[in-house]
């Protein structure tokens, strides 16, 4: 016997009758340009954005989903960030805006 769940996520308001004419584009803001280097690294590397997108908050998750590091009100564009105490492997970076909203997801593989 097998079953299978799926997940639907839709932004606010995006669900509507009338599929004619989608949901906001502001809807769900994200910040596309938000690079992070190097990549893979020794457990320190910098984030950057290059839009000036206020405070900022980053969440480091490893893949058992442990939140493993978190930093809140980053005010800069660009920022560093060490997990060099963590084991190697590969982390989700969850980059979050002063509201709490997911604005940018990334990877970084972590070696010695």
Not at 23 to 41: E, F, G, H, K, V
């Amino acid at each position: 016997c097998n079953a299978t769940n799926s997940v639907v996520v839709a932004c606010p308001g995006a669900l509507k009758e009338d599929v004619e004419s989608p949901a906001p584009a502001t809807c769900c803001p994200t910040i596309d340009n938000i690079s992070l280097y190097p990549n893979p690294n020794n457990g320190q590397f910098t984030i950057q954005s290059s839009v000036n997108s206020g405070q900022l908050s980053v969440e480091i998750y490893n893949m058992l989903g442990q939140k493993v590091y978190s930093q809140s009100n980053i005010q800069n564009p660009t920022f560093n960030i060490n997990i060099s105490d963590k084991p190697n492997g590969i982390y989700l970076i969850r980059i979050l805006d002063k509201d709490g909203n997911l604005v940018s997801q990334k990877k970084v593989v972590k070696t010695n």
